[in-house]
C-alpha cells in the first residue's frame, strides 16, 4: 500500500512540473512537449487526486497540499482545453444555406510518407468531395499514385520530397498564382495560392507544415514557431478571403499557435464544437489536434470533420467553409494583444541567430 501511495504521489508531482513547464517559453522540446497533453494530463490529476483522497489520504497538511495541487493542474489543463469543448462558445457560425457558387470544401491529409494505402487515400476523397486537396509528406512515390486525382482536380501544386516534407495541392478551381516559398528551412516547403472560386472570390490559401520539436533530430521548437509567426504577420496584414491549411505539428491550444490567430487575424472553427484530435491515428489515448484549418472572418462553417484512418499517423479533416459578404460583420477576426508584435519579433530572431 506504501509503494503505491508513493508512486501515486510521484506521478501527481509529475503531472504538476509539467505544468508548470508549460508556462516557459524555452524551445526545447521536452518544455514544448507539455503544451500537447493538456487533456491527458487534466485526466490523470483528477485521477491522483481521487485515488489519493479516497484510497491514502489521512487529511493531514500535506495530504490537503496535494489534494490542492492536483486541483491546480487539473483546473488550469481544462481552462486551457475548454474553448474546444462543445460547452464552450463557436468562433465560426454555422450557415444552413451555402451558395454553392461560393463554397470551398478542403481535405488536408498527412499522408505519410512510408504509408502505402494508396487506395485509402483515395476512397476518403471520394468520400468527402472536396474541391481542394492537401497532401503532406508526399514523395515521388505518392505523386504517381495521386495522377489519377489531375482527371476532376487539374490544377496541380507538386513539390514532392523523401525528407517527409513534400506536399502537394490538387485544386478543382483555377488557380490564380501560386508559389512555393521555404520560409525558415531550405528543406521545408509551404505552399501558397490564390484560388478563384466560381463566384468570382479569390481566396488566398496557404498550406505548411512546418518542422516539429522532436527529441531526435531537431530538438527545439524554433524553425516551427519562427515560421507560424512569420506567416501569422503576413496574413494579418490584409483583409481579404484566406484560409491557412496543414499540419502545424503544434496544438491548437499552445502559446505559439494563439499568437498566430492574433496575428493573423483567424478563426478556428473547432473552438465550441470539439477537439477534432487527428494524431496519433494508432494510439486512442494520446491523441492531439495538429492538423488545422484556420480561416478569416469572411467565412462561415457548412461541415468540419474527421475522416477515417487511411493507415497514416494523422486522420484526414474534411471542411466546409462559405464565403459570406456579411459574415465579418457577424463574427469578429481574433485581436491580437499588446506585444503580440514584440513576441512575433523575439521568436523570429531567436531561430535567425541560430
Known sequence: MLVLLWLNV??????????????????HWFVRGWDFPRVQIACLAVASGTLHAFCFGEWTS??????????????WQGYRIYPYTPFARTQVRRTSQPSPDSTLTILISNVEMENQHFDKFLATVRQCDPDVILALETDMVWERQLR?????????????????????????????????????????????TEIALPSGVRVHLHGVHPRPPEPIRDQDSK??????VILGKEVGKFDRPTVVAGDLNDVAWSPVSRLFLRLSGLLDARKGRGLYNTW?????????????????????????????????????????????????????????????????????????SK
Open 10 to 27: 510521484l506521478v501527481g508531482l509529475g503531472l504538476a512540473a509539467g505544468t508548470l513547464l508549460s508556462f516557459s517559453s524555452h524551445p
Open 62 to 75: 500535506l495530504d490537503w497540499l496535494f489534494l490542492v495541487v492536483m486541483g491546480a493542474v487539473s483546473s
Open 280 to 352: 496519433n491515428a494508432n494510439q486512442p489515448l494520446l491523441r492531439f489536434p495538429l492538423d488545422h484549418v484556420f480561416h478569416s472572418h469572411h467565412f462561415k462553417l457548412v461541415h468540419l470533420k474527421r475522416m477515417p484512418s487511411i493507415g497514416s499517423d494523422h486522420f484526414p479533416v474534411c471542411a466546409t467553409l462559405t464565403y459570406e459578404p456579411e459574415a465579418k460583420f457577424e463574427q469578429a477576426e481574433t485581436e491580437k494583444k499588446p506585444g503580440d508584435d514584440a513576441k512575433a519579433a523575439e521568436l523570429v530572431e531567436r531561430e535567425a
Open 223 to 228: 524553425p516551427r514557431d519562427a515560421e507560424l
Open 148 to 192: 489519377p486525382l489531375e482527371t476532376t482536380h487539374k490544377y496541380v501544386v507538386r513539390q514532392p520530397q523523401s525528407n517527409f516534407y513534400g506536399m502537394m495541392l490538387f485544386s478543382r478551381f483555377a488557380i490564380t498564382s501560386c508559389e512555393v516559398r521555404f520560409m525558415v528551412q531550405d528543406d521545408i516547403p509551404s505552399i501558397h
